[in-house]
T-cell receptor, first 116, second 109 residues
Framework: GAVVSQHPSWVICKSGTSVKIECRSL??????MFWYRQFPKQSLMLMAT?????????EQGVEKDKFLINHASLTLSTLTVTSAHPEDSSFYIC????????????FGQGTRLTVV | GQNIDQPTEMTATEGAIVQINCTYQ??????LFWYQQHAGEAPTFLSY??LDGLEEKGRFSSFLSRSKGYSYLLLKELQMKDSASYLC??????????WGAGTKLIIKP
């Protein structure tokens, strides 16, 4: 089946620094990638939708200057958390929609971000 | 507004059967998904229903009634490893997933 690789699996960073998370579709072309954030014991919250070659669409309440998303190719999207603060500590998950598909079924492994 | 409702928590016994319900109200409908999520891990795809009826896949089955805005996930022959959260998600008219809060399933020996 389709595989989405997300890296790193976990990261600890100091407050004020930036962290980049990569999301790669390994065996298919992903025209659209989705970035989610999940706080403990809560459901996934969509942060932004990323289309290859265009600017990401952010959900209401998500700061686009803080969460930079780049979808430079059909197999790679990155999320950069800039000037991270402890409240940004969360589980970040990407998912990818295959080219020609209307369904979304492929998730990366997730990244546990802890800001200290 | 858009809304997905599912029970917060359920408990079942190993070897038994459990049904997790999901009701929804969304702007349009392009399918309903069930995902399994173990603590600290990303969700894993279980099923996709877009037409009414029952889809069976091994020990797991998923049912959909579009007229009632209702789905359920049926887990048979429960195993301890089935202890997880089960997320119901509906794809709306914009092909965006609307997520339920998840049902935490606890399996007891």
């Amino acid at each position: 089946g389709a595989v989405v690789s997300q890296h790193p699996s976990w990261v600890i960073c100091k407050s004020g620094t930036s962290v980049k998370i990569e999301c790669r579709s390994l065996d298919f072309q992903a025209t659209t990638m989705f970035w989610y954030r999940q706080f403990p014991k809560q459901s996934l919250m969509l942060m932004a939708t990323s289309n290859e070659g265009s600017k990401a669409t952010y959900e209401q309440g998500v700061e686009k200057d803080k969460f930079l998303i780049n979808h430079a190719s059909l197999t790679l999207s990155t999320l950069t958390v800039t000037s991270a603060h402890p409240e940004d500590s969360s589980f970040y998950i990407c998912s990818a929609r295959a080219y020609g598909s209307d369904t979304e079924a492929f998730f990366g492994q997730g990244t546990r971000l802890t800001v200290v | 507004g858009q809304n997905i409702d599912q029970p917060t928590e359920m408990t079942a016994t190993e070897g038994a059967i459990v049904q997790i319900n999901c009701t929804y109200q969304t702007s349009g409908f392009n399918g309903l998904f069930w995902y399994q999520q173990h603590a600290g891990e990303a969700p894993t795809f279980l099923s996709y229903n877009v037409l009414d009826g029952l889809e069976e896949k091994g020990r797991f089955s998923s049912f959909l009634s579009r007229s009632k805005g209702y789905s359920y996930l049926l887990l048979k022959e429960l195993q301890m490893k089935d202890s997880a959260s089960y997320l119901c998600a509906v794809m709306d008219s914009n092909y965006q997933l609307i997520w339920g809060a998840g049902t935490k399933l606890i399996i007891k020996p």
